[in-house]
């Protein structure tokens, strides 16, 4: 009986497989295609055991394979436990005999998610970011690139010395675009706002104003970015730092500027004409574009006093504006000396920023917007690297008329270049000044004033923030380097002269075609037109 049934049984499963060869012959007409490894014996196609015996092999190769894998794994893992442990030996015996350096005790433990986050805390805290640290000289500072999300500014530009970089390179650009784009999920995040906040302003790329950026090569990135938030002179300030890993947010603050009063100190010998025309860039970006300013006027000598004291008054009168402070002193000229006595003059009970200034610079309201962001008093001061320009009539030498002021005033390798070796240009509250000791007094007349100052906040505590603005012009003008002046600092006018003429390239050109323009038997009159070209 049951020999019976298992025939029937064998009988039914023999007819559902020819079932279904009968379909997929219909389905296929052409044939069945054999796959690459099956038995090609005809016998084999409906020998059930042959389809067992296929998908045992089958399962018998890969089982091979991953025994083989694991044992490589295994083999893998000894050899880095038995490395591993050799390293923890030597470290052992080091530390035995007094010759292990302090710096490397965290290589004989595993390191763990809560080491990497003091790692990363430790470069921060080491990091300049919330506070400065002392350095001895000028050429230790690092200085800050600005950037915007169109341009780079920067003072390292390398074989192509370009004030600015445009466009900015891929790589570069990746960086500081991931950058505003996480300060932008912080800004947006409810962290920043809080759940539910009403009436919040959702930032976009739209709102980043200006960022300052630079590296330390053993700690990190550090970023302060500025956005503009909903109000009319509202701005958010995020710093961020990347201690050569992920991005870690230093801190994030509304910033309220509208009670920060800048009072622009200008020391003064004489120069109405260049006084005139500080005076209506001042009426255009401090009267009607800012608001929040007050002038300080430190003049040396007599008769051109009054003239100052006239363009004072007509601006008064015609800008309805009273904050003019004018100091007459008659006495031989000291920038130290005026910009000393122009910030001890103030009588006002608040502290106030100081923007030192000369009347040869033009800015924008936007620079000072930068002077309010970049010192903070007891925490840092702020020294821009102003662009300077060229002399307009060597660059448009072939221009019936020179350009005006406003279209001078670009940011090109021809048209100027970044005045990295000045300090004279500078922001930082009166208390600061007035703790750091202020000026050298025994300095007379011109130069090396503004670097000691700069030193003695490179010997503090103070952050000193250095970057270019892009902002912040130097004019030119003809510079007189006087006879009596003492070695070095005579020697420090000639080459402010000199590179302030024109480009090397621009130079070179002027007298190399005096030359070729020369009979090729008059050498003298070849270093004459050399001597002339420079002149």
Known sequence: CLEGGYLA???????????L???LVLVYPAGLQRPSGWPRGPEEHTSREGYMALLQEREDSHRRYINSLTRQIGQLKEALLERTQQLQDSLEKAQTGGILPGGLESLRKTPTQSDLKEFLRSQLDRAEVNSGVKLSGEYEVIPYDTFTLQRVYQLETGLSRHPEERPVRRDRRAELTGAVETALHLLNGPEQHGDGAAGKHTHSPADFVEGLTRT?????????????DKGPRGLSQLVLFRPFG????VRSESVDLSSVLVNVVVP??????AFRRFIANFRRACIQQDGRVHLTVVHFGGDPVEQVKALLDQTSRETRFRNFTLIQLNEVFSRGRGLEIGARAWR????VLLFFCD????????????????????????????FSLYNPSVIYHNHTHPPSLQQQLVIRKESGFWRDFGFGMTCQYRSDFINIGGFDRAIRGWGLEDVHLYRKYLHSKLMVVRSPSRS??????????????????????????????????????LVFRRRDELPKNHGYQQKGAITAAFT
């Open 216 to 228: 330390e090569r053993d700690r990190g990135t550090v970023y302060e970015l500025t956005f503009k």
């Open 348 to 351: 006002r009970s608040q502290n």
């Open 472 to 509: 912040l012009f130097h004019l030119w003008h003809e510079k007189v380097c006087a006879d009596e002046l003492p070695p070095d600092k005579y020697r420090m006018c000639m080459q402010t002269k000199a590179v302030s003429e024109a480009s090397h390239g621009r130079l070179g050109e």
């Open 359 to 386: 009347v040869d610079v033009h800015f924008t309201a936007d620079f000072l917007t930068s002077c309010r962001l970049n010192a903070l008093p007891g925490k840092k001061v702020y020294y821009p690297v102003l």
């Open 9 to 19: 049984l064998l009988a039914r499963a023999g007819l559902v497989l020819l079932g």
């Open 268 to 273: 003064l010998s004489g120069r109405t004409e």
């Open 246 to 249: 992920p991005l870690l947010k």
């Open 21 to 23: 060869c009968c379909c």
